[in-house]
């Protein structure tokens, strides 16, 4: 499996690269009111205005360590795209699937539902289109005028 790789707040991660569509750096992150925690804002990509995530809110993680996040990774599957926020992207490299395991004991705080996988070196490989048909990203809600 093709995937890429990238960091936030010392913890390695993967996407897979078919979920991808481009990483930018940064720019312009516009807050949203009345929006779920993980909701780091919105951004505007070549006239696309796209939610961005932060991953680590999400997944109900410590914010530990620094984080510098510079970086965005435009992730889609046929119904979405958003942007995750992350510190560094490593680049693309091949993670052959028998490498991965299910979890490891010691993974605190991902759920199992959104992992492809976890590499000996602890990559950890999550599923974009789990993560994107989650309900919680989905915020319906509708403004009285």
Known sequence: ?????????H????IETACVREVHTLQ???????????VAGIVNVRGRILPVIDIRKFF???EKGISDMHYLLLVYTDDMEIGILADTVAGV?????????ASLPT?????????KGVTAERLVILDARRILADRRILVQDEVEA
């Open 60 to 62: 109900d993680l410590p």
């Open 107 to 115: 993974l605190t705080g991902v759920r199992e539902e959104y992992l």
């Open 93 to 101: 490299r091949s993670v052959p699937l028998d490498a991965m395991q």
């Open 28 to 38: 312009d992150l516009t807050s949203l009111p009345c929006t779920p925690d993980f």
């Open 1 to 9: 499996m093709e995937v890429i790789e990238f960091a936030l707040a």
């Open 11 to 14: 913890e390695r991660y993967a």
